[in-house]
């Protein structure tokens, strides 16, 4: 981790109204690197890349990113801030009234003075590399979920962005499609010289993937490391979600009265 | 007692909560309007789908409006020999309450409860969340093009609702009943007059037309982004914009067609 960092987090704490959500977290993301935020379903790690993306505020603590505390920035501030970022919605989020070219186009034709012909040729080459030239005509409604996730990728990569950032990019995608995606990721941070976060549950398709993991328990960063480090962590957590066990710290039955007593045996007895 | 206090006190401070919300976010509205005449090309996307798309049930339920009140006009008018008056009756129901009023409910029901699907769908997609993290502000890229181009759509639907629901009232006092044609027109030109009645009614209908837009992008934008949340939106904006072109007809009626200014 000797990188410089693109997005640091210190002290964060947030919190929905009054209910806590994320507690203590400190996190620093290199540039140029791959890093996931892993952790259960409702731990809090959509809720910090939001606040990475600067689309929520801290309660307390800090959140520098791109060299900007994003709750210093009034709204110019964040969106030119945004327009040095892409990123890639659960499930794709593509403007359902717009063809896929005009999709990719969006953002060429909101921030640039561009002539059609430029960006037209720039949509073709974000479309040739996450290989769906050929549907540049096709609607989102044509396309399966895999390709739909691909055509959210290039128009997040749309204006060459300096942080990517993906929501659970590889939710409720095929085997085929999930690979396809995993190593877009890979391959477009690379190319473009672009950091990635991506926050997600699915470990066997992340850890080859990435070059550090952080994992999330409860609103705090439980464990970190490199994939290498992680499967040696010994946090019993870690261990459990990584081997996907269905028991341990995360209990498998949710907290109840005694068995017998539900079943009316404990009296009998 | 006092559990129904505590309701009642909740329901009241929500419902003024929403009311000092839809406030804000008119006032944000118009403050990011530009878009949507700088793009004009945004704005007619959304006059086609609110005012063209809405073309066939606004002129089918014109012409029979003006038919029906002509038989009814004529029913009433024979018996006190005023058959002629007939063009005055159906021109002036029909421009200064029933075109604005009828067209503004249909247009609630037709192209408001579809901007609130649209806009609620989009937010229940994150597609909103994606434009707003491309830097493009969602009510300046988004709401106010169709904001406007319901607005200006209205007027435009209400005038063609009465023009077609004139032609029908000629159709059955004249061709079909034989009511003169020459004192049908000419009764009708004399008496409808341009300041009072004609802008008027296209008054009634722009404010109607603000009304049923607004009410209809801010249910959408404020939708819970679920189906229950959405449907409920829709619900809402029909139900919402039928009671507010109501109220404000009463409203706009008492202060152009009384005292001074009625004919």
Redesign the interface.
């Known amino acids: 981790m000797a990188a410089p960092a693109i997005a640091e987090i210190e002290d964060l704490t947030f919190a929905y109204d009054r209910r806590p959500v994320l507690h203590a977290i400190r996190l620093a993301i290199p540039r140029g690197k791959v890093v996931a935020i892993m952790g259960q379903s409702g731990c809090g790690k959509t809720t910090l890349l939001r606040i990475i993306a600067a689309a929520l505020m801290p309660s307390s603590g800090r959140a520098r990113v791109l060299g900007q505390l994003t709750s210093e920035l009034d709204r110019d501030g964040l969106y030119a801030l945004r327009r040095r970022m892409g990123m890639l919605f659960q499930f794709g989020a593509l403007f359902t009234d717009m063809s896929v070219y005009d999709n990719v186009a969006f953002q060429m034709r909101e921030h640039t003075d561009l002539s059609e012909d430029t960006i037209r040729d720039l949509v073709m080459m974000k479309l040739e590399a996450v290989g769906l030239r050929g549907a540049a005509e096709l609607m989102p409604g044509e396309l399966s979920g895999g390709m739909a996730r691909r055509v959210a990728l290039a128009r997040a990569i749309a204006l060459d962005p300096q942080l990517i950032l993906y929501d659970e990019p590889f939710t409720g995608l095929d085997p085929i499609a999930l690979g396809v995606v995993a190593r877009l990721v890979r391959q477009l941070n690379d190319s473009l010289g672009a950091t990635s976060i991506i926050v997600t549950h699915d470990v066997a398709e992340t850890l080859p993937l990435v070059d550090y993991v952080y994992f999330m328990a409860d609103g705090r960063v439980v464990a970190q490391g490199t994939p290498a480090d992680v499967h040696r962590s010994g946090v019993a957590f870690v261990e459990q979600f990584v081997r996907g066990e269905i028991d341990g710290p995360v209990p498998f039955h949710y907290p109840a009265a005694g068995y017998a007593a539900d079943l009316g045996l404990a009296q009998a007895a | 007692m006092r559990a129904a206090l505590t309701h009642l006190g909740a329901a009241v401070t929500a419902g003024v909560w929403r009311l000092g919300y839809a406030t804000r976010f008119f006032g944000y509205l118009l403050w990011h309007s530009g878009t949507a005449f700088r793009r004009f090309r945004l704005t007619l996307r959304e006059i086609y789908f609110a005012g063209v798309l809405s073309l066939i049930i606004i002129l089918v339920s014109g012409l029979f409006v003006g038919m029906v009140l002509a038989l009814q006009g004529y029913e009433t008018l024979q018996r006190y020999g005023s058959s002629e008056a007939l063009g005055i009756l159906v021109a002036l129901s029909l421009v200064r309450e029933l075109g604005p009023v009828v067209a503004g409910l249909l247009f609630a029901s037709r192209a408001g409860s579809a901007i609130t699907a649209e806009i609620g ?2 937010k229940a ?3 909103l ?9 969602p009510v300046a ?1 988004v709401v106010a093009p169709r904001f406007w181009g319901g607005v200006i759509s209205m007027p435009l639907l209400a005038a063609l609702f009465s023009a077609m629901g004139i032609f029908g009232g000629y159709l059955v006092g004249v061709v079909l009943i034989g009511v003169d044609e020459g004192a049908f027109w000419s009764q009708m030109q004399a008496a409808v007059d341009v300041r009072n009645d004609i802008l008027n009614g296209v008054i009634k209908s722009a404010v109607f037309g603000v009304a049923v837009t607004f009410i209809a992008v801010f249910e959408g934008y404020d939708a819970p982004p679920t189906a229950e949340g959405v449907s409920g939106a829709t619900t809402r904006t029909v139900v919402t914009s039928s009671l507010a072109i109501l109220a404000l007809d009463f409203v706009l009626t008492a202060l152009m067609f009384t005292g001074g200014n009625a004919k």
């Open positions: 769908l989009m997609t994150e597609q969340s994606a434009m707003e993290m491309m830097a493009v502000d890229r």
